[in-house]
């Protein structure tokens, strides 16, 4: 019974890959970038997307798919205020986004007029690793408070990414946290990885990332 | 194909069920009490547990099993560091601890010796609230830096908790959080939730915490 059910996982993983791989030609075709943001629950994902939107606009014109694994739409709210296109993704409790969701998610934007699409995962350090979406980069968001040794603990969400954003460096006075010994142990998984440290509070750093960002974009364009 | 393996699921769900009840009994035999921790990564778990072990050693002999998603012996190190029996469950890369695999963390110990052991569940808000692991109680350890969103955002895993420590309050003059709107989202999910407000970096509040849990282990023995 579980081989069975081992199985038909996979069946759905493949799906979701071939689903992944229309959502990125589909873009690729409207010359659009897209991003998917992973971390933990409260490390700061919509506050950088944010700043994010903010330092890129309006040269670049985006939208914002928000996972929520329940019917609130708190941060899609934040992103429609700004006047940024912003889709809520509701998982119905799932702890990870699924190219299926993403592409209906997609489905619902004008895509002739847009530049970038910023996909928020569901806030979770484990499940989001496993399931592609189709975007042309992923990142984590760490943050200073939750500690040095998440890449040591929760290794996955690491190898599939192409930058790590930590944010609050604004509390490192106040927190004990070993920037070294957290870089190490992502780069020793995950050599290629670009790292940004920033304050979403403060904005510290933030030219920096969306430098990066901006290049990316341009080069898809 | 979908239908199927629902239903499988919940066949696991099942089992699991009556392996977290045998763990229920099996405890309760030998007057210990138990207790599930679940939070988001670097919430504090760990610190919080090194923090009750302090206030409740040496009179409640304790031990603690540690649930990671990778083999890293970090935390389980920490606690046996300071002499209290650690076991490391690893869950292989899955989101939450399940009843099964608490239950060969606890024939590792010796039930004889012990009056209460602490589950360490992944860092994860969403996976643990649907596995029940046998527990007599399940507590939620939220943190300051997280914001004061989470209830709204991530409901499910307040509803089956019997208490809340809000850990790193040390934090309060620097971040954002309204104490009222973090509890009001809780209470509206669960109304019998305990608040404790701690810091486990500077021990404020610790006190009040663990003698709740003193008199909660107590009634049990």
Redesign the interface.
Known sequence: ?TT??IE??Q??LNVNDQIAEQTSSELHLHHIFSMNIMA???AGKTSLIMRTLAALSPEIRSAVLEG???P?T??AEKISGIGIPAIQINTG???HLNANLVRKGIQALDLDTLDLIIVEN??????PASWKLGTDINVVIA?????D??P?????IYRGIQALVLN?I??KP??DFNVSYFKAGITALNPQVEFFEVSSKTGEGIDAWTAWLREKITQLS
Chains 1, 2 share one sequence.
């Open positions: 019974m069975k059910r038909i996982v069946d759905i933990s629950p409260g929520d694994t329940a609130v708190i941060d409790g799932d702890c569901v806030g979770n350090l484990i499940c943050s200073i408070p939750e500690g040794d998440k040591y603990k929760y290794p996955n609050k604004d509390l106040y927190v």
